[in-house]
């Protein structure tokens, strides 16, 4: 079983590098999701062009490769500190794709595969907060800052390990990092 922790960390990051929005563009529409829009890849970005079936299936595809990476790492180790490294492994292979030259989404889909299946309930009760100015604003960056502002909330009143409360913050902050260097690319 140790031999096998150890590729943990490899297998989230080409796991979350599985770019289910190109994919996804490519085979229903015969469209490079790259080439479309701002150039993110990205599920908005397959709603736009391609309209709300395909956005579900990428949707579906980057919340499972998070959850997928986390309960393969729970099944084959015990140490929370590997758990969490292949979740933030997954999320880091989504942003900064191998399959598409280190280019790739922001991140929260797979943010939510993670946090879903490594604190389930907390996950469910900040989803159902968040749902709220979701649905009055239709703005994804505010609800998932919520969502995991509530997440870490849950988590803290548990009184669950320091580095599990804050792990949400950590990945978002990869989130962060992601927007910055989009920002920053894109001509004004």
């Known amino acids: 079983m140790i031999v096998y922790s150890l590729l943990l960390v490899p297998l989230g990051y080409l796991l979350g590098s599985i770019p289910s ?12 999701i790259q080439r479309e829009g701002d150039g993110r890849i990205s599920a908005a970005s397959v709603y736009r062009r391609l309209g709300s079936t395909p956005y579900l299936m990428v949707i579906l595809m980057d ?5 997928l ?4 790492a729970k099944m084959l180790t015990e ?3 590997l758990i969490l490294i292949t979740g933030f492994a997954v999320v880091i292979g989504h942003n900064w794709s191998i399959f598409l030259k280190f280019k790739g989404g922001l991140g929260a889909t797979v943010i939510y595969g993670v946090l879903a ?12 907060i968040a749902a709220i100015p979701f649905l009055a604003t239709r703005k994804s960056g505010v609800s998932t800052g919520i969502l995991v502002i509530a997440v870490c909330i849950v988590l803290l009143i548990q009184n ?17 990092l992601k927007r910055f260097q989009i920002s920053r690319t894109v001509p004004a």
């Open 160 to 176: 669950l390990p320091p580095i599990l409360v804050i792990y949400p913050i950590i990945l978002t902050l990869l989130m962060v």
């Open 21 to 32: 929005a190109y994919i996804i563009g490519r085979l229903v529409g015969n469209v490079d």
């Open 117 to 128: 299946s490594l604190v389930f309930w907390q996950f469910l009760i900040g989803s159902a």
């Open 63 to 67: 919340v499972s490769k998070g959850a």
């Open 79 to 81: 140490s929370l500190i």
């Open 69 to 72: 990476a986390i309960l393969i």
